[in-house]
């Protein structure tokens, strides 16, 4: 199943998008109505998001989970760019970020 969110969505049910993603469903990030970043679950990317990959020299970031959560635009406008952001939470990684595929 595939579901598009808003940032503000994001932002108060962190959580529960994190594990909807890493039960396997996709997950759409929108930004003023914009597509821009994608939710996977951690762990090896599948063929469609490999492409998404940064390349070479670009930035990952690994934060923790608050972390996001307080800053979830400033993440997401670094993943519009060509980041990806790995959150961790509890020492453990929990979801990867990557650039939606219309971005």
Not at 14 to 40: C, F, P, Q
Not at 49 to 59: V, Y
Not at 87 to 96: E, F, K, P, T, V
């Amino acid at each position: 199943m595939h579901r598009t969110i808003g940032i503000g969505q994001l932002r108060s049910a962190t959580r529960y998008y994190l594990d909807l993603a890493a039960s396997g469903e996709s997950i759409t990030v929108k930004r003023r109505g914009i597509d821009v970043a994608s939710i996977h679950p951690p762990g090896r990317p599948t063929q469609e998001h490999r492409r998404r990959l940064p390349l070479p020299g670009h930035l990952v970031i690994r934060v923790a989970l608050p972390a996001f959560r307080s800053a979830v635009g400033r993440y997401l406008s670094m993943v519009a760019n060509g980041a990806v952001v790995d959150i961790y939470d509890r020492g453990q990684s929990a979801a990867r970020i990557t650039r939606a595929a219309d971005a």
